[in-house]
C-alpha cells in the first residue's frame, strides 16, 4: 500500500492544494459576513488557475482527454497548466494503484467486500476527477450566498479561502475518494469509499497531508475522522437531494464511539452530553456533499441554498434546545 499512501499525500500536497484555490477565495477584503478575527491573510493569497477544457486524448497514449489537454496544449509552459496537468498525472497514477489494490484483495479473498459493481476505468475516474474539482472550486462563492456568517469555530472546515489550506486539502481528499466510489459502485458510492478508507489504510496519510495544510495536533485526525463520517453516515447528511438506498441509517452514527470523540461526548451524573463548538463543526463539514451536488449546475439554486442553510440553522437549534444532550438527539429524530 506504499505506493498508493504516497500518490494521495502529493495530490495533497501544498503545491497541488494550492493550485485548486480559485481566486476569488483569495480575496484580501473582509466580507460583510465574515468578522476580522476571520479575515484572510494576504500573505497567503494565491493565484487563480483555470482548469483546462477537455479534449480529444492522443491515440497512440490513449490518455484522458483532460490530461492530453494539459501537456500537449500550446500553453502548456504556463506554471498553472503544467502544475494541474501534473495533479492530473497524479491523480492517474493514484486511481491506477486503487485498481491495483483493488485487484490483489480480489485475489486474496474473491468474496471480499470491496468487490466493485462495475469494472473499475482509471480513464473515467480522472475525468471525474477533473470535473469534480471544478466543481469544488464553486464552493467559496456558494458559501457567500448563506445569509448568515460562518461561526469563528467553524471557518476551518469548509474551502471557503486561500488561508483555510488544510479544508481544502480535506475537501480534495472527500472529493478523491468519493469519486473512486462513484467508479467502483455507482449505487452506493458513499458506502465503497468508505471501505477503501479502511481497507486501504488511508486515515494516516491523510492526516500526515492535512498537518502539512496547517492541521496540527488532534486538529489533524479530527479532519481524516470527519471525512470518514462524511462516507460512513452519509444518510445523516444535509437533506438536499437526499438519494434513496444509502447503507447507513440516519443515526446510525450514534453507536459510532469515534463520532461521539468527534463531538465531545461526555457524561456528568449520568447524562451524556456533546461539546456545541464540536458539534457545530461536523454540521458544517456535511455541508460539503450537498454544497457538491449544488454546485454542479453551473447556475446555483438559490432555493437549495435557503435550505441548506435552514437545516443546518434547525439542527443547531434543535441540539441547544435540548441542552446538547446525547438523548436528546435520539427524542428529536435526526438532528445529524
Known amino acids: 500500500m506504499r505506493p498508493l499512501h504516497e500518490h494521495l499525500t502529493r495530490l495533497l500536497s501544498l503545491r497541488f492544494v494550492s493550485t485548486i484555490v480559485p481566486k476569488v ?51 502548456a509552459t504556463s506554471p498553472s497548466t503544467v502544475e494541474w496537468g501534473e495533479l492530473l498525472d497524479r491523480a492517474e497514477s493514484f486511481y491506477k494503484d486503487i485498481e491495483h489494490f483493488i485487484a490483489t484483495e480480489m485475489q486474496r479473498s474473491p468474496a471480499s467486500e470491496l468487490r466493485p459493481t462495475r469494472a473499475w476505468d482509471t480513464h473515467a475516474a480522472v475525468e471525474m476527477l477533473r470535473k469534480r474539482v471544478e466543481e469544488l472550486r464553486r464552493i467559496p ?91 460512513a453516515h452519509a444518510a445523516s447528511a444535509h437533506k438536499i437531494r437526499q438519494a434513496h438506498g444509502r447503507s447507513s441509517a440516519p443515526l446510525s452514527w450514534l453507536h459510532d464511539p469515534e463520532v461521539a470523540w468527534l463531538i465531545g461526548s461526555n457524561e456528568h451524573e449520568g447524562v451524556r452530553y456533546f461539546n456545541k463548538e464540536q458539534f457545530e463543526q461536523l454540521l458544517w463539514w456535511m455541508a460539503l456533499p450537498p454544497l457538491m451536488e449544488i454546485a454542479e449546475e453551473e447556475q446555483p439554486d438559490a432555493k437549495e441554498l435557503q435550505e441548506l442553510e435552514r437545516d443546518m440553522d434547525l439542527r443547531c437549534k434543535l441540539a441547544a434546545a435540548g441542552g446538547y444532550r446525547m438523548e436528546a438527539l435520539l427524542e428529536s429524530g435526526n438532528v445529524l
Open 25 to 75: 477565495s483569495a480575496d484580501t477584503k473582509p466580507s460583510a459576513k465574515v468578522s476580522a478575527a476571520e479575515t484572510i491573510s494576504p500573505k497567503k493569497v494565491v493565484k487563480d488557475v483555470s482548469l483546462p477544457p477537455t479534449t480529444k486524448a492522443s491515440a497512440k497514449k490513449q490518455q484522458p482527454p483532460s490530461l492530453a489537454a494539459a501537456k500537449d496544449s500550446k500553453t
Open 141 to 231: 462563492a456558494l458559501v457567500k450566498k448563506f445569509e448568515t456568517a460562518t461561526p469563528k469555530h467553524c471557518a476551518n472546515m469548509l474551502p471557503t479561502g486561500s488561508a483555510e489550506l488544510s479544508a481544502w486539502g480535506a475537501a480534495l481528499a472527500w472529493t478523491i475518494l468519493e469519486v473512486a466510489g462513484r467508479i467502483a459502485s455507482p449505487e452506493d458510492p458513499e458506502h465503497y469509499s468508505m471501505l477503501l478508507f479502511d481497507h486501504a489504510r488511508l486515515r494516516q496519510p491523510i492526516a500526515d497531508a492535512v498537518e502539512k495544510l496547517g492541521a496540527h495536533g488532534e486538529d489533524r485526525w479530527r479532519a481524516a475522522a470527519r471525512l470518514r463520517f462524511a462516507f
